[in-house]
C-alpha cells in the first residue's frame, strides 16, 4: 500500500486513519487538535449536522449546529457555551454529552454514532480535554479534495477501497477516507460504503462521489456489459466527425454495440422535428429520400438551419430560459424582449455575445429588449439564482442559506455572486410600461450571517472591491463568458445536446455539479472546445451533432444495446414537446390552432408568453416559465393527455372541421388507399406497410359496407382512421 507523505505537523485525522489501516507502527504523535479541520469532519460523517439532526433550520431538540459544519464559529459556541455548557466538560472530558450521546452512554434520539477508544472518539476527547479550543484565523484552510483511483475498471462484484487525500492552503496534505461523505451517481452498478469502499453489483458505469468540508470530487467506476461485440463492428461503424470516434470509443470499452444507420425516411422527420420543431411535408421527406447525392445530409442541415421555423423554435426555447411570462413582464417589454431573442436567434449571435448583452443590459426596456431580464428578475437573489442557472447549468440556491451540501459553492461564494447585482437600479419611462435599467453608485448585498457585504465575486472569478468604481455587472460578464470558464460554454452545448439526442451528456441538463459528472467526458470537453474554438457558434454546434453519424442512428436496437439509454449507441425515443404535437396536429389537418389574442394561423411556437390559455399545452407539460429550471417542462404522459386526445376538442376539433386534410383529399377524389398513404407520409413520414396497408383498408371497407355508403360515411370512417394516426405513439414520439 502506498503511504502518502505528508507535510504538515498538526494532522490528527491523517495519524488515525495510518493507524486503524496498520502504516504506523510507531506511537502516534499528539499534534493540537483543529477545531475546523479535524472536530467539523467528524462531526459532518456522524451525521450530527446533517438536515435531519442538528443542521435543520431548526435544530433538534434545543440544539442547532449549521448544515455540514459551514460555519465554525456558530458551532463551536453551540458546542460550548450553549446548554450551561455541559456539551463539552473540560475539566471532565468523559463527562461531556459531547461523548456520552455518541457513544450511547446517555440517551440518544440519535442513537450511536462511533465506537469507545475508536479514532472518532479518541480525536473528540483529545480536543476537549485541551479545552476545547475554537477556530483560528490563521490555521491551515483546506483547498481541495482528491479521490484516487480516478478511475477503475472492475469485475462484477469485485471491491476497489478508494483513498481521498486533502490539500491544505499551506501545502500540506492529509488523508481524510475515514470522514468522506461518499455517495454513488448509479447504484444499479457501482454501491459504496461509508469506508469508501466500491462494490461493482451491475454492469455499466457509475460515479462515486466524494464530500468533505465543502469540497467536491468524483472518480469513475465501470464494469463492461457481458455482450461479446466483435471487433469488426465497431471497425465498421460509420464516422462522419470528432463526435462518432468519441461514442465509439465508450461504446466499445462498455461492450455496448451501436445500432446501424437510419433510413432517409426516419432521419428526415427526426432532423425536421429536433431542430425546427415542424414535420416534413410528404414531398420534402420523399424529395429527401429519392435523392441520389452524397451531400444530401449537409444540404438537409443547411435548408432547416435556415428556415423560419428554426428561429421560431429556438426562439421558444431561449424564452423558455429566460422566463418571458405576462405576469412579470408586459406589453411592449414583452414584445421588446422576445424581439431580441428572434433577433439572436435569426442573426446566430454567438452565443458569448448574447449573454453578454443580456446581463449587461441598459436603458429602456422597450427600446434596449434584453434590459427585460432584469423587470423579469428584480431581486439580486433572483438574479445570482436565475444567472447561474441559465448561463452556468447550475443551481445554486442551496448556497443562499448555508455552503452547498452537494456542492463546492459556499455561502460567502454566493453573496460576492449576488453583490455583482447590487447596484441595478429600476425607473419608470415615459411610456407606458416602459422601465429604465440602470447601473447606480449605491447599493449592496449583506451577507445575512455577518450582516456585511461581501466583495463582488463571480462563483470561481476574482473579487473587485466594494468601492471599484463602474457597473459591475461588467465584470461579472466578462468572467461569464470567458473561455477559460469551464461552465459557461459547457452548459450551452449540454443543453443543444440535449434537444437533440433526448438527454443531455450531463443529465438532468442544467444540473452541471462537479458531483453530477458527464456519460462520456472526453467526449463533452471536445465538444465544448470545439464551440468555443468556433467563437460560440450555435449553427456550428448544431450542425456538427445533426450530421454525425451518432445523431443519424436508427432508435432500433442491435445485438442487445436496448439496455442503454446514456451513451447514444442508438437514437433514443422520445415524446415531442407539448407545443409542436399541437402545432403538428394543425400542420397534419391543415386546421390551424387559435390562440387568444395573436392572429390566425399563429403556431404554438411563436407565442411570446407563456400564460396564453390553452388546456392542451398545459396537460402536455408547457412550462410556466416561473423557474429557469428545466425540471419546469414535463414530457412524461399523463390520464390528462389521453382524456384530452380521447376525449377533448383539441384533435376533434380539427378532424371535424368543414375544411381539413380529409375535405381536400375526398374534393379530389382520390382512393382510400391513397388517402391512407398520403395521411401515413402527412403524420408518420412513411408509407403504410403491406399489412397496414391491407388491413386497415380491409376495415374500412368493412366500416363501409355497414355504414353505407355515402360521402357522409366515408368520411366519418376516414375521420377514424386519421384520430388513429394521431393519437398513436408513433406520432407523439420522435423516433
Known sequence: MRIRITLHAAIPLAALAAARAGEVREPLPSPPVSFRNDIQPILTKAGCNSGACHGAAAGKNGFRLSLRGYDDAWDHAALTRQASARRVNVRHPDASLMLRKPLGATRHGGGQRFEENSPEHELLRRWIASGAPGPKPDEPRIVSIDMEPAQASLAL???????VTATYSDGATRDVTRWVKYGTTSEGVATVDDSGVVTLVGPGESAITAWFASKVDFARVSSPFPETIPAEVFARAERRNFIDDLVLAKLEILRIAPSSPAGDLEFVRR?????????????????YAADPSADKKERLVESLLGREEFIDYWAYKWSDLLLLNSRKIAGDSLTAFYDFIRRSVAENKPWDRFAR?????????????????????????????????????????????????????TQDQYYGMANLFGRVGLKNGERAGEVLVLSTELGEV?????????????????????????????????????????????AIVNRVWKNYFGRGLVDPEDDLRVVNPPSNEALLEAVTKD???HGFDLKHLMRTILLSATYGRTSRPHLGN????????????????????????????????????YPDGFRALQLRDSQVRSYFLKAFGRPERNTTCACERTESASLA????????????????????????????????????????????????????????????????????????????????????????????FNK
Open 357 to 409: 448583452e443580456i446581463v449587461t443590459a441598459s436603458g429602456s426596456s422597450v427600446q434596449n429588449g434584453a434590459a427585460g431580464y432584469f423587470l423579469i428578475h428584480k431581486d439580486p437573489i433572483d438574479l445570482t439564482e436565475t444567472t447561474s442557472q441559465a448561463f452556468l447549468g447550475m443551481a445554486i440556491t442551496c448556497a443562499r442559506c448555508h455552503n452547498h451540501p452537494l456542492e463546492k459553492w
Open 531 to 533: 464551440f468555443t474554438e
Open 641 to 732: 393527455q389521453v382524456l384530452h386526445v380521447s376525449n377533448g376538442d383539441t384533435l376533434d376539433d380539427k378532424i371535424r372541421a368543414k375544411k381539413n386534410i380529409l375535405s381536400r383529399l375526398l374534393a379530389r377524389g382520390v382512393s382510400d388507399a391513397e388517402i391512407l398513404e398520403e395521411l401515413y407520409l402527412l403524420a408518420l413520414t412513411r408509407y403504410p406497410s403491406e399489412k397496414e396497408a391491407s388491413d386497415t383498408l380491409a376495415l374500412i371497407a368493412e366500416a363501409r359496407k355497414n355504414e353505407g355508403d355515402s360521402p357522409e360515411a366515408r368520411r366519418l370512417i376516414l375521420e377514424d382512421l386519421l384520430w388513429g394516426l394521431l393519437s398513436g405513439k408513433e406520432f407523439l
Open 157 to 163: 462484484a469485485a471491491k476497489q477501497p478508494l483513498r
Open 271 to 287: 432532423a425536421y422535428l429536433d431542430a425546427a420543431g415542424i414535420l416534413p411535408t410528404a414531398r420534402e421527406a420523399l424529395r
Open 562 to 597: 436496448d439496455h442503454d439509454q446514456i451513451y447514444y449507441s442508438h437514437y433514443v425515443v422520445r415524446r415531442l414537446p407539448a407545443e409542436v404535437v399541437l402545432d403538428a396536429y394543425a400542420a397534419v389537418t391543415e386546421v390551424p390552432t387559435p390562440f387568444p389574442g
Open 446 to 490: 449583506h451577507h445575512p450571517r455577518t450582516g456585511k457585504p461581501v466583495d463582488p465575486q463571480p462563483l470561481d472569478g476574482k473579487p473587485i472591491s466594494l468601492d471599484a468604481p463602474g457597473d459591475r455587472r461588467r465584470h461579472l460578464a466578462e468572467w461569464l463568458t470567458s473561455r477559460e470558464n469551464p461552465y459557461f460554454a459547457k
